[in-house]
Every structure is written in structure tokens, then in C-alpha cells.
């Protein structure tokens, strides 16, 4: 399997994929280097993966620090007690925090490494397909706020990206499914062929073949490193990779979080960015139902839930982060494999898509 490179001067750091990646100490001693490991994980991930990894870093002493899962401990309260852990020790700036766990971990323990002694390095060990395939590449890192999501945060990159692939045949078919959201992301935002492979994979991956797998991850994070490459800050090209986020994260707080999981809220997402690219003359009627169908076959939603209505949905779209000046921006399609970020719609046909999916069945 080929490393990838996300290139970034002298941040650039290496992604690392492949089978039986935990129990290598080869992977990981060059990052480590002659710092001090803290492994941070969580109690669903450690069961499964810790002992696994402790012992592929054993000649370097790893301490680690178990903490409760869940996005609802993603706070800087939980970033405190890395925080704890990494004082209590005695650790300086030689430290290096290993992210063994999801996305949430990753953004956790990424947090606490740009923030503690103003800032140390960290290893991401991603075990969700979401984090393999985005969350752990890119530097973004950060912590809830009560009154926000990622309200809280720091751009830190890491040391190295690890990905094992194998640690993917534990996770909940559901968790699989939402990072499946991310990789069809990639081929519609910016590569077309990419798209086409999907679709021909879409039941290998959904039946963990492990080619598969490791095709669509080495893909999504070619995609994802050349995107970060170009525009490390998301001062430009680095918001096409929120395809489907603004409306996602309507969906999220409309629903409260934690009631769909963020993948499957980018999956209807995406399909409501499509059907706006075509109202808007841009994306033909049959790209637009090839990208819903690609969505509707990798068992993520099409629809949205009920309870959604198009006021709300309105007011909850202006919260996002890509407002600029009161103005919407979203990213939208041009073609499949070509997406923009652009204010430059006509506010009536947003209305209609909102109309339209808010207002089941479906009548495109
Ligand atoms: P998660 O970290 O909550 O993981 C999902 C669930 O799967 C958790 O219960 C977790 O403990 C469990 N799990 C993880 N790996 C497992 C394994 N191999 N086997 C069994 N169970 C396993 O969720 P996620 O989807 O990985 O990440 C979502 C988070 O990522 C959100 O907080 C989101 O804001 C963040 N995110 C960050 C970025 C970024 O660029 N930094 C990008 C996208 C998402
Ligand atoms: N997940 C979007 C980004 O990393 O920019």
C-alpha cells in the first residue's frame, strides 16, 4: 500500500495505510522519535485496540488515559483531563499524545497536543472509517462548545497518520455507513472517476472487503491531502469539502445531535446540494439522480425526518459557520466531480429544495 504525503512544507506528514497496521512498532517509533507517548482512547475502543498497540511501542514506555465515548465528551472538560494526565506525569514538550479512536478522539486529543505547553506532537490512529477517511487528516482540531459544535479549536497538524485497515471489522455496520458518506463526498466534489469506482464497489465496501476498503481510504485521503495541500487554513478549496455540511448541519441541530449520526446528515446533505445544483440549471436531472442513488444504495438517508420544517431549517442553515457577511454560501455542483463554493444562487430555489425535502414524498 503507497504512504501518501500531505504536503505542507516542513508540517508535512506522512498517512500510513494497511492491514495489521497496530502491532508494527516500525510504524510508529519514527514519529515518536525520543518523546514520550501518551496513548488517548476511549472504553469502547481500548477493549479491542490498546493492548494491541502498548505493546508495538512498549521500548518507548507509553503511559494512557482512558476516556468516557461520545461526542457528548468532546468538551474542553474532557481536554482537561488530558491535560491532567499529561501533568500528573511529568511530561514536557517531548510529549507525544497518540489519538487511538474515532473522530472524536482524534479532535480531542489533537486539541490538547496544540494546546498543552503550547503545543506538542501527536500521532493520529483513526479506527472509523469517517477518521481514516477525513477527520484524522488535515490538522483540524477542537472541542464542543454548549452553544456550538467545533466552536472551540486550534489548527495543529500531526506527526503521522496511521490507519489499519483491519480495526474497521469491529465497528457498527451504522459507523460504517456514515463514513461511507464521506468517501462518496470526495468523488462528487472532485473526482468523477473516483465516483465511478463507487458505484461499481458500493457492495464490496459494505461487505468489508478489505481491498475495497483500502482503495476507497487511500483515495478519499489522496483527495483530502491534495485539498489540505493546497489551502491548509479553508481560506479557499479547502471549504469544497464541506459538500453537504451546511445543510448536514441543519439536519443535526434541527434533529439535536446525536440523533442521526453526522455521515448519514451529510448523506441527505448531499443529496439536497445535488437537487439545489440542478434547480439551479447547473447539474442535469440525471447526474443529480445518479448522486441520490449512489447515496440511497450505500444505506445512508435521502429523505429528511418529519419533524423538519422549512422555517426552521432556514434559521438553522444561517448558524453555519460558512455565513460571511449574513451571506449563505454553500457548495453546490457544477457537474459531477466539480463542485464550487459560491453565495451566488437564487435564494428562491434554495427555498424549493428546502420545500421540497422537508415536505415528504419526495417530488422532484
Ligand atoms: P466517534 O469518534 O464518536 O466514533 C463512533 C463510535 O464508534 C464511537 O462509539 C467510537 O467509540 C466507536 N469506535 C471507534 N472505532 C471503533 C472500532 N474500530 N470498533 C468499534 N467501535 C469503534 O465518531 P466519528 O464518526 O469517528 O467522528 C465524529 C467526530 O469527528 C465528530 O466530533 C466530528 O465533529 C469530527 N470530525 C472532525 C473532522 C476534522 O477535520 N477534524 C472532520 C469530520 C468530523
Ligand atoms: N472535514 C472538513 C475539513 O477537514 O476541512
Redesign the pocket.
Known sequence: MPTLTVDLGNRSYPILLGTAMLAKPQNFLPYIGKGRPLIVTNDRVAPHYLETLRQAVADCHPASLVLPDGESHKTLQTAGLIYDALLEGRFGRDAVLIALGGGVIGDLTGFAAATYQRGIGFIQVPTTLLAQV??S??G?TGVNHPLGKNMIGAFHQPLAVIADIDVLGTLPKRELVAGLA?VIKYGLLGDAPFLDWIEHHIDALLALDSAALAEAIQRSCAN?AR??GLDER?SGP??L??LG?TFAHAIEAGLGYGAWLHGEAVGAGMCMAADLSCRLGWLSAADRDRAIKLIERAGLPTRLPEQLKPTDFVRLMAHDKKVLAGQLRLVLLKAIGEAVVTRDFEPSKLDETIASYCAPPYAA
Open positions: 477525513d477527520s487528516v488535515g483540524k464521506e483530502k485539498i489540505v479553508e479547502r471549504a469539502l464541506n455540511h
